[in-house]
């Protein structure tokens, strides 16, 4: 499986942005796909993860963000609402094979490039 990941960008704080993961190569619909990020001096840290239709969420993200798919188009989403400066990070989406919606980066087998965002405050 192949991820690339885009849609970041600058954005003041308040505002939204959309991140788009498309996959390529095995069947996407197979995998749960998650949404991950990184700042600065940082660990890398779970934000949200979605198989099928259900979804889990980091608690710093419930309410502000959603994670969505289209299986058509092989490509998962990540809307984010309300955005704060603390947001900003390299954004990656990651995909696994099915099973228990997990937020652990080590369960994960391939993963996008990474798209950045930064929310000025």
């Known amino acids: 499986v192949q991820l690339q990941a885009s849609g970041g960008g600058l954005v003041q704080a308040g505002g939204s942005l959309r991140l788009s993961c498309a996959a390529s190569g095995r069947s996407f619909t197979a995998y749960n796909m998650g949404w991950f990020r990184q700042a600065p001096g940082k660990e890398r840290e779970f934000v949200a993860a979605?198989?099928?239709?259900?979804?889990l969420y980091a608690d710093s993200v419930k309410g502000r963000f959603a994670v969505s798919r289209d299986n058509a188009k092989n490509t998962v989403y990540l809307q984010m609402n309300s955005l704060k400066s603390e947001d900003t990070a390299v954004y990656y989406c990651a995909a696994t094979p099915p099973g228990i919606l997990r937020g652990e980066p080590s369960v994960y087998e391939y993963w996008g490039q990474g798209t950045l965002v930064t929310v000025s405050s």
């Open positions: 979605i198989k099928l239709s259900s979804t």
